[in-house]
């Protein structure tokens, strides 16, 4: 045996040309080392054909990808765009946001350059996504990289529940969203993300017009950036907000403020002018036309508000991590809590409840909103309360 391994290391061909990339191996194939592992391509007899072969893996094998299944079947290119023309066509009925779809959108752009776009759905492993996950986990925290995770398991689910593939994906344990107890230690080292009252109180009197206006609804109705975007003049009713979430569609009934219903009364009289027909109603339209929180026709977010509310935070020289205009909406949570009335709380926020309880119940009495709100109010402005107290008496 060793005589024949000599024999066949004596008899090794020459390249057939400078440039050919592949070196012939003592066990009688063409190959190339690559990341420090050497790969064979096929038989000194055929070069050409190893070659190819090399041309068909060199981009998996480079970037550290198991290379594809050379067979018939679905592609990971061909899954995704199948799954976002389903999307697409969601979108277009309003089914879908455009910013849940570039969300789609991005997640699948990050699949086909994690497995390359001509390998074969069939022949990704428990081991792929164990590597994919580690490659996402390098850029994100532990909610962002949840989110993206499950979204491309929605992908994937997509393949086996249109029968493009034959059984389910196996991810492995690899490829799981991280635990609820790393979301909270998570959750706790980034600290509260909510203002106390006299920090909100100077938030509130530094704060110009419509930005004002904005903040009061943050804290009176539980709005986050999106909500203030999408908020029409003919929701407001006196001293009533009809409005449903735009992003769960569920009606909400808010009682506003004095303060609050002023502010809006004004900034429904000073209303900019729009550029685009869909925005006829939309209530808060900035200098150049547009809603100050939206997103372009290709998904991308454009959160004015945010930004002028991050500005006013840093002139006032508040400065804590992961605190924005969305902590407003964590605020009131948090105070309206108080309230012990929970029911009426998520109401008033707009949150979905999948509860037997929800599915019965048909209303929630005014007094009920109207005490939730009140219990804010008098957090945030307790002198304004006792002045009200002493007056009635």
């Known amino acids: 045996m060793a005589d024949s391994t000599k024999s066949r290391s004596k008899s090794k061909p020459a390249k057939p040309h400078p440039e050919f990339p592949l070196y012939a191996h003592a066990t009688g194939r063409w190959a190339k080392k690559v990341r420090g592992k050497a790969h064979y391509f096929g038989p000194w007899s055929d070069p050409q054909a190893a070659l190819q072969k090399w041309l068909d893996q060199k981009d998996d094998l480079l970037a550290g990808r198991t290379p594809r299944v050379i067979t018939d079947g679905l592609t990971v290119r061909e899954l995704c765009n199948r ?12 089914e879908l ?7 789609y959108y ?53 393949a086996y529940d249109q029968a493009l593939i034959d059984k389910p994906i196996r991810y492995g344990q690899g ?4 635990s609820r107890k790393v ?60 409005f449903p979430r735009p992003k769960t569609g569920v ?33 808060f339209i900035t200098k150049y036309g547009r809603r100050w929180s939206r997103t372009t026709q290709s998904g991308a977010p454009v959160d004015a508000v945010g930004q002028e509310f991050t500005k006013l935070l840093r002139r006032l020289e508040i400065k804590r991590e992961k605190i924005g205009f969305y902590a407003l909406r964590h605020t009131f949570a948090t105070i309206a ?13 707009g949150h979905v409840d999948n509860s037997m309880a929800g599915a019965y119940r048909e209303r929630i009495s005014d007094s009920r909103l109207i005490a939730v709100t009140a219990v804010v109010r008098a957090w945030l402005f307790p002198e304004h309360n006792e002045h009200e107290d002493g007056g009635e008496e």
């Open 337 to 349: 809590g108080e309230s012990r009335d929970q029911v009426a709380v998520n109401a008033i926020m």
């Open 251 to 283: 009606e909400r009934r808010i009682p506003l403020w004095k303060e609050t219903a002023a502010a809006l009364s004004v900034a429904i009289e000073s209303r900019k002018a729009h550029k685009d027909d869909a925005d006829q109603k939309i209530l």
């Open 83 to 94: 799954f976002l023309t389903s999307k697409r066509l969601l979108l277009d009925n309003s």
């Open 106 to 158: 991005d997640s699948c752009s990050r699949i086909v350059n994690q497995f390359s776009a001509n390998r074969v759905v069939d022949d990704l492993a428990a081991d792929d996504f164990e590597s994919f996950r580690s490659t996402l986990a390098r850029t994100r925290g532990p909610v962002a990289l949840g989110n993206e995770i499950q979204r491309v398991r929605s992908v994937f689910k997509y």
């Open 175 to 178: 490829f799981k969203k991280p």
């Open 97 to 103: 946001t455009a910013r849940t779809f570039r969300d």
């Open 183 to 242: 979301l909270r230690i998570a959750r706790n080292g980034n600290g509260q993300r909510m203002f106390e009252a006299e920090e909100l109180r100077s938030i509130i009197d530094a704060a110009n017009e419509p930005l004002r206006t904005m903040i009061l609804l943050g804290i009176n109705a539980g709005f986050g950036q999106s909500d203030v975007g999408a908020l029409t003049v003919d929701a407001v009713d006196g001293d009533w907000l009809i």
